[in-house]
């Protein structure tokens, strides 16, 4: 990427509102572990994280989860750098077998829910026993597919978000809390 978007990516980050702050993320991650472990631990499930927004958080999560689990990913995306959502393409399907399996998608914001609609449909076709859901952030929005998480971390008003994973143009993802980018004046 050029450093003309490094740049604006920076000046995004230095103007935006900072809605959650890493304490407050970090605090709704260790609870999120608390309820995965009480409703999962014993089941053997496999965690399935959409790439590229959901490693953050899975990577805080993981190590916070003391049972016997599986990890793999997949990838579909429909944003593609951009700040509005397109036609959903994917890229890797998961190498491990879901059929039969307790499997939890782990990702970092569930916004218009057409992702982790097409990602829990997917799971199911494949044959998994059960497919729960869980999210950083669920913005509160207009969906345009039916679906909630399961587990919901922290909630957020229908804005453009970066950090923890989410990205502005590819960028920020590294941000350690949950900004909104500046709405124009
Ligand atoms: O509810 P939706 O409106 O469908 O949006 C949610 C999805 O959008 C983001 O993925 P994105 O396509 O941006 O790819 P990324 O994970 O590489 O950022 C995010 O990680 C979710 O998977």
Request: hydrophobic share 45%; net charge negative.
């Amino acid at each position: 990427m050029s450093d003309a978007l490094a740049a604006e990516a920076w000046a995004v980050y230095r103007a935006a509102e900072c809605l959650y702050d890493e304490t407050t993320v970090r605090g709704a991650v260790d609870r999120l572990a608390g309820e995965v472990t009480a409703a999962l631990a014993g089941h053997n499930p496999l965690l399935l994280c959409p790439m590229t927004g959901g490693v953050v958080l899975a990577g805080h999560l993981l190590p916070q989860l003391d049972f016997p689990l599986e990890f793999d990913y997949i990838h579909a995306t429909r944003y593609a750098g951009a700040l509005r959502g397109g036609e959903l393409t994917w890229k890797v399907t998961p190498t491990a077998e879901l059929a039969g399996r307790h499997v939890l998608i782990v990702d970092d914001v569930l916004d218009r829910g057409i992702t982790l609609a097409a990602l829990v449909d997917f799971c199911r076709r494949e044959g998994a026993a059960s497919v729960h859901s869980l999210v950083l952030v669920d913005k509160r929005c207009r969906r345009e597919a039916a679906i909630e998480a399961d587990f919901v971390g922290l909630s957020t008003p229908d804005r453009y978000l970066f950090g923890w994973g989410m990205d502005y143009k590819g960028y920020l993802r590294n941000v350690p809390g949950i900004y909104a980018v500046a709405e124009a004046p």
